[in-house]
């Protein structure tokens, strides 16, 4: 047999979204050789069967450290501040293990459901130490084998009012968090806090990824402020802002020029529909606004735009199975987004964020990692309006997730 002819992997009838017929894919080394593969072809193969075959979902915006945390705290919470305060008082007592151990269940369901790259949010400040910072180290290092884990450490309770933070985030950062996150609205100083992670990032080189603008008041905000220093330090490509609920609140005027913004300065967004939904507007008693910016509009003015869990299970989503392909479907649903773009709102979970993420091997193409979702559907875009499970999940060639189709039991 040729050589060249020898797969690692052979994955048949595996039908991508561009494509009217299924194909075969050939791996090697944990990378994609071939799409349609040579005469003589060998090698171990599992049949995708004709069903969708996606990339791995890539979920950009994640708290690991804070997950599960259900039944630790009362359930009574209703605002932001509320959620905060909640978490803040539990965080004192996390320990490495307990971080450790309620970020693998997480892992687990996320991996189950077709997410292959992550990345986790964590909390660096004189509470949690670095505590949660080495529990999702050890994370990303044991759960390599399924997925790949950004860390990007930020200060959830302010860093120019909370003494000590920014030590601690410069003691992560040397001992290989990956980007550095801001959460201006929590801080005495907004502007200043956005001044100083500037300048940290760039002596770091890493990425920024702020929480910003988690309210419906339209009447002030910080996006334009990251905007310009992401264009005065040429970061352009290099900063991601999540949340943004206020972008949902304004006209369509407003909301377009703010698109171009974000469009000129290289900003990307993420939306978190889970925890947007449940934490804003609170103070409606009826006709409750939704909170949740309409990403895929951005998209169409050239914004980089994910969807992303965000929490799960805690004070600030009391829900959670880490699917991206629900949240796409739950985005879907609020933002009133019809079939002829439901295509659209499946780039928000694959394409789109790993652009967002700078992941300059992502998708099925020759010479890219060998991560594959199968769901349970023929179509793509059926997947999304119908929440087909994911089949198989394969890593850099290896299969991770193996689940079986359901069998009806007629009588
Ligand atoms: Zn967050």
Same mark, same amino acid.
């Given at each position: 047999m040729p050589q060249a002819a020898a797969f690692d992997l052979i994955l048949r009838n595996a039908r991508l979204a561009d494509a009217a017929a299924p194909v075969d894919i050939g791996v090697r080394q944990g990378r994609?050789? *071939?799409? !349609?593969?040579p005469p003589g072809a060998h090698g171990p193969a599992v049949d995708a069967g004709?069903?969708?075959?996606? @990339?791995? #979902?890539?979920?950009? %915006?994640?708290h690991l450290d804070k997950a599960c945390l259900l039944g630790r705290c009362g359930h009574d919470h209703g605002s932001l501040a509320d959620a905060i305060r909640a978490v803040s008082a539990l965080k004192r007592e996390f320990t490495t293990e307990d971080v450790y151990a309620r970020g693998a269940r997480v892992l687990d369901k996320a991996i189950a459901k077709g997410t292959t790259r992550m990345r986790s949010h964590v909390e660096v400040d004189p509470r949690a130490g670095?505590?949660?910072?080495?529990?999702?180290k050890a994370l990303k /290092?044991?759960?390599?084998?399924?997925?790949?884990?950004?860390? *990007?450490? #930020? @200060?959830q309770e302010g860093l120019t009012n909370? @003494?000590?933070t920014e030590d601690l985030l410069l003691a992560a950062l040397r001992d290989g968090a990956d980007l550095l996150g801001g959460c201006p609205y929590t801080d005495s100083d907004p502007q200043a806090q956005i001044t100083r992670l500037f300048e940290m990032a760039r002596d770091f080189d890493v990425a920024l990824d702020f929480h910003l603008d988690f309210d419906l008041d339209p009447s002030w905000r910080h996006?334009?402020?990251?905007?310009?220093?992401?264009?005065?330090?040429?970061? /352009? !490509?290099?900063?991601?802002? !999540? %949340?943004?609920?206020?972008l949902s609140a304004l006209p369509p005027a407003e909301f377009d020029a703010a698109a171009r913004l974000l469009a000129e300065s290289g900003v990307a967004l993420t939306v978190l529909p889970a925890t947007d939904l449940y934490l804003t507007g609170r103070e409606a008693s009826h006709n409750v606004p939704r909170g949740l910016t309409a990403a895929h509009r951005l998209v169409q003015h050239g914004v980089c735009c994910s969807i992303a869990t965000n929490n799960v299970l805690n004070p600030f989503t009391p829900f959670g199975d880490a699917s991206l392909l629900r949240m796409a479907n739950f985005y879907a649903n609020v933002a009133q987004v019809g079939p002829g773009d #439901? !295509?659209?709102c499946l780039d928000l979970v694959t394409h789109l964020p790993a652009r967002l993420m700078q992941l300059g091997d992502y998708g099925i193409t020759p010479g890219n990692p060998a991560d594959f979702v199968v769901l349970d559907t023929a179509r793509p875009s059926d997947a999304l309006a119908e929440l087909a499970e994911p089949l198989m999940v394969f890593k850099r060639g290896r299969q991770t997730v193996r689940r079986q189709p359901v069998q009806l039991l007629r009588p």
């Open positions: 994609i050789a *071939c799409i !349609g593969l004709g069903n969708a075959v996606l @990339p791995g #979902f890539v979920d950009t %915006h994640v670095l505590r949660s910072f080495a529990a999702i /290092q044991d759960y390599a084998w399924a997925i790949d884990v950004q860390i *990007c450490v #930020f @200060p909370d @003494p000590g996006l334009d402020e990251v905007c310009r220093q992401t264009r005065q330090h040429g970061y /352009q !490509g290099r900063v991601a802002i !999540g %949340h943004v609920t206020k #439901f !295509g659209a």
